[in-house]
C-alpha cells in the first residue's frame, strides 16, 4: 500500500512538473490564444509547423507570423523604388516585426462576397479565385472597406516580406531561381522585361538563367488561378509569388514607424507600394523583395491582396 502511496504520489508530481513546465515555455502562446479567444477558432498546427486561426468574421484561415527583425534598405523613393535588386549597396537598417496573422490564402472572390454582400464583379464567377479589379479603398482605405468591416488591415510591406521569406535569405521562398511549377507568373518575357538596370550584375543573371523561355506549368493560359494553386512556402503561406499583387499599406516614404511593430513606412504620398508580382510579370517582378507602386484609387486586373491581423 505504501509502495503505491509513493508511486501516486511521484506520477501526481510528474504531472504537476510537466504542466507548470508546459505553461513555462508555453506562456506567451497561451497568452495569445486568450487574446484571439473572441475573433478567432483554433485550428491546430499546419504541416510547416505554425499555429493557424480561422477568422470567425470573414472565415478567412491565418496563420500566426512570429515576431523578428528584418532588413530593410534606408533611403527609398518614388523614383528608385522598382529598380531595387539585392546587391545595389544601399544602405540597411533593422525593423524588429511583433507577432501578426496573416491569411493564408489571397482573398477569394467567394470571401469577398461573404463579407461584402455583393459580387461587384458579377463576370467574375470562380468563387476560389482571387477577388481582382479592387483598390486600396476598396480593401482598406474607406471606412466601408473590406478590412474595415470585419477588423482586419492590410500588410505592411515588411510584414508582407517577413511572411513570404518564411526565414529565407534567397530571391524566391523556394531558392533563388523560380519554377513554372512554383508560381504562376509570366517565364518567357524575361528579355523584354527585365527590371534591373544597367548591364552585368542580376539582369544579365535573369535574362541567361531563362534564356530557353520556359512555359507556364501544365501550359497554363495567362490568367489569375484560383487560390492555393501552387505548393505553400516554408511557413504555410501559398502563391506569395506570382498570381495576383498583394497590397501592402505603406505609402511611398523612406520613414519607416515602428509602432505596434508593424514596420510601416508613413508619409502622405498618394503612391502605395504592392508585393509579390502578379500571373502578367515576368520572374524578377514576383522576388521576395520586388516592390511596385499603385494608386490608391487604381482598380486593376492584377491586384488582389491578403491581409493581416496586428496582435497588440
Not at 549597396?89 to 463579407?115: C, D, H, I, N, T
Not at 510584414?159 to 531561381?177: H, I, K, L, N, V
Not at 539582369?203 to 494553386?229: A, M, Q, T, V, W
Request: net charge positive; charged share 25%.
Amino acid at each position: 500500500m505504501k509502495q503505491k502511496k509513493k508511486t501516486l504520489l511521484l506520477l501526481g508530481s510528474l504531472f504537476i512538473a510537466t504542466v507548470v513546465g508546459f505553461i513555462g515555455v508555453n506562456k506567451d502562446y497561451l497568452i495569445l490564444r486568450y487574446k484571439l479567444r473572441k475573433e478567432f477558432s483554433y485550428l491546430g498546427v499546419n504541416e510547416q509547423g505554425r499555429p493557424e486561426f480561422e477568422h470567425v468574421k470573414s472565415g478567412i484561415v491565418m496563420i500566426l507570423v512570429p515576431g523578428g527583425e528584418i532588413v530593410i534598405n534606408e533611403k527609398l523613393n518614388q523614383k528608385d523604388i522598382a529598380n531595387i535588386e539585392e546587391d545595389a549597396g544601399l544602405k540597411k537598417r533593422v525593423v524588429k516585426l511583433s507577432p501578426f496573422l496573416m491569411a493564408k490564402y489571397e482573398v477569394s472572390q467567394g470571401v469577398w462576397k461573404k463579407v461584402m454582400g455583393s459580387d461587384r464583379y458579377p463576370q467574375l464567377q470562380n468563387v476560389n479565385q482571387p477577388m481582382i479589379y479592387i483598390s486600396y479603398k476598396d480593401c482598406f482605405g474607406d471606412p466601408e472597406s473590406f478590412c474595415k468591416k470585419v477588423g482586419l488591415k492590410l500588410p505592411t510591406e515588411y510584414q508582407w516580406e517577413y511572411a513570404c521569406r518564411a526565414g529565407t535569405s534567397t530571391r524566391f521562398s523556394f531558392g533563388d531561381w523560380l519554377k513554372p511549377e512554383e508560381a504562376n507568373c509570366d517565364f518567357s518575357n524575361i528579355k523584354s522585361r527585365n527590371p534591373f538596370k544597367g548591364e552585368g550584375g542580376l539582369k544579365d543573371k535573369f535574362s541567361s538563367h531563362y534564356s530557353s523561355g520556359e512555359k507556364r506549368h501544365n501550359k497554363l493560359k495567362n490568367i489569375y488561378l484560383p487560390c492555393g494553386s501552387f505548393a505553400p512556402n516554408p511557413w504555410g503561406f501559398h502563391d506569395m509569388h506570382g498570381n495576383v499583387w498583394e497590397l501592402c499599406i505603406d505609402t511611398v516614404s523612406p520613414d519607416v514607424s515602428n509602432k505596434v511593430g508593424m514596420g510601416a513606412r508613413v508619409g502622405n504620398i498618394k503612391y502605395r507600394i504592392r508585393r509579390g508580382g502578379s500571373y502578367l510579370d515576368p520572374v524578377p517582378y514576383c522576388r521576395s523583395s520586388y516592390r511596385s507602386l499603385f494608386s490608391e484609387d487604381m482598380r486593376s486586373g492584377g491586384n488582389g491582396f491578403r491581409p493581416v491581423y496586428v496582435i497588440e
